[in-house]
């Protein structure tokens, strides 16, 4: 049972490349979501999904889009990177449906945009 | 819009004193309170969890304490380790939505 898995663990990008993190879960949780961690800023939440097929909008948007085409992934991608997106990227999964409301973290992906 | 503040950012305690960090938060929705410790390069793992309906919720060393009327909820760690430094965050959700986080406390144990 290895939980959440992030690829890759780091990435250097230059400015105007395109990207994309990788989340899987093995854990069938409907609920999937990204944060991006910023020192003194906390995690913010980029986008979420709560099923297959579904995803939504979060706190930091903006230069990132996702899609939900199997419960178990929920890729991340960046359009045209900039370095405003150097930032530790975080995938989590839970299963209010079960009761798990807290989120399982994936060990995240170090991202350097220069 | 933080709809959670946390504080203190950082915290020096020495070892077998009492860790207390603080958060509160504005959405009277919110009915789910975690607390999250992550150590560097990992990612956070739930440490301890409460609902509205209860004033205190103790596991081992961490107890969480809330306070519906004043909107604030602490964590406490007692007999603090310098294994228990770490950054940790609350956080606040309603009806299963998505957590809305703290900006995080860095604490330092000092031996």
């Known amino acids: 049972n290895a939980g959440v898995t992030q690829t890759p663990k780091f990435q250097v990008l230059k400015t105007g490349q395109s990207m994309t993190l990788q989340c899987a879960q093995d854990m069938n949780h409907e609920y999937m979501s990204w944060y991006r961690q910023d020192p003194g800023m906390g995690l913010r939440l980029i986008h979420y999904?709560?099923?297959?097929?579904?995803?939504d909008q979060g706190e930091v948007p903006n230069g990132y889009n996702v899609s939900r085409s199997t419960t178990e992934d929920f890729p991340l991608r960046l359009l045209s990177a900039a370095p405003s997106q150097t930032s530790v990227y975080f995938c989590a999964s839970s299963s209010p449906m079960t009761g798990f409301y807290g989120y399982t973290f994936g060990s995240g992906t170090r991202l350097t945009v220069v | 819009q933080q709809q959670v503040k946390q504080s203190p950012q950082s915290l020096i305690v020495q070892k077998g004193g009492i860790s207390i960090i603080n958060c509160a938060y504005e959405?009277?929705?919110?009915?789910?309170f975690p607390w999250y410790q992550q150590f560097p390069g990992k990612g956070p793992a739930l440490l301890i969890a409460?609902?509205?309906?209860?004033s205190e919720k103790k596991e081992g060393r961490f107890t969480i304490s809330f306070n519906k009327s004043a909107k604030q909820f602490s964590l406490h760690i007692m007999d603090s380790q310098p294994g228990d430094s770490a950054t940790y965050f609350c956080a606040a959700s309603d009806a299963g939505n998505m957590l809305t986080f703290g900006g995080g406390t860095r604490l330092m144990v000092k031996p």
């Open positions: 999904s709560v099923g297959a097929g579904i995803t």
């Open positions: 959405n009277t929705a919110f009915d789910y």
């Open positions: 409460i609902r509205p309906d209860v």
